[in-house]
């Protein structure tokens, strides 16, 4: 998951990261700025079990003063494309691979399945 700040609007916030700091002109210092216009916050070594730092279902990871999104981004298995009864998404589902549960443009809560990989095979 990738949080994106628009340019010169708002910020981003890390719940578990209090150093990041976001589009903040008035408190920018030399060290906070990269030679290269820009700078990775990577969280791999926030634990050696999982390559990242966890967190729960529904739990808030964090949050965006104004102008912002979330890209996210994955692998999945691609299945095969096959027919489910009772099945009232597009008359299709994938066979050992990825389905969503969302349809583009829909609204969705924190917590809810945005779908899942069908593991029959």
Do not use: C
Not at 93 to 121: C, F, I, T, Y
């Amino acid at each position: 998951m990738t949080p994106v700040g628009a340019t010169n609007v708002g910020s981003i916030v890390i719940n578990f990261d209090a150093e990041l700091r976001t589009n903040s002109l008035l408190s920018d210092k030399a060290a906070d700025k990269s030679p290269s216009g820009y700078a990775e916050a990577t969280y791999g070594t926030a634990s050696h079990v999982l390559h990242g730092h966890s967190l729960g279902r529904g739990e808030e990871m964090g949050g965006f003063k104004l102008g912002s999104t979330v890209v996210l981004v994955f692998e999945a298995p691609e299945g095969e494309v096959g027919e489910a009864e009772g099945w009232d998404g597009e008359g299709q589902w994938r066979k050992g691979g990825w389905n969503w549960g969302v349809r583009s443009g829909q609204r969705v809560k924190v917590g809810e399945a945005l779908g899942w990989v069908d593991e029959k095979v």
